[in-house]
């Protein structure tokens, strides 16, 4: 199992529900991978340094977790079709 850190960025524009319901989604994807989620801390609405597909700030969350090695390139591929996601980073620790 290793250690990594995902950033998204959601639109601001969504509502907390849907915010809530696309952080459970992939909360929901690293447990069922047989990961385990050490943190999940909402930094909440930022300025981007410059726009993103048209869009000047968007809501960040932090998710700390750990997985297989084969998960977070799953994470990934799902991450950029989803249209509830500006953008993310996943990072090995």
Known sequence: ?????LLTILPATLQDEEKEATIAKYVKMIEDGKG???VVNK?????FAYPINY???GYYV????????????KIDALM????????????KK
């Open 80 to 91: 950029r079709i989803d249209e509830s996601i500006v953008r993310s980073l996943c990072i």
């Open 62 to 73: 932090l998710l700390e977790f750990e997985a297989p090695a084969e998960l977070p390139n």
């Open 1 to 5: 199992m290793n250690r990594y850190e």
């Open 36 to 38: 385990t989620i050490t």
């Open 43 to 47: 930094w909440g609405i930022k300025k």
């Open 55 to 57: 869009k000047s700030e």
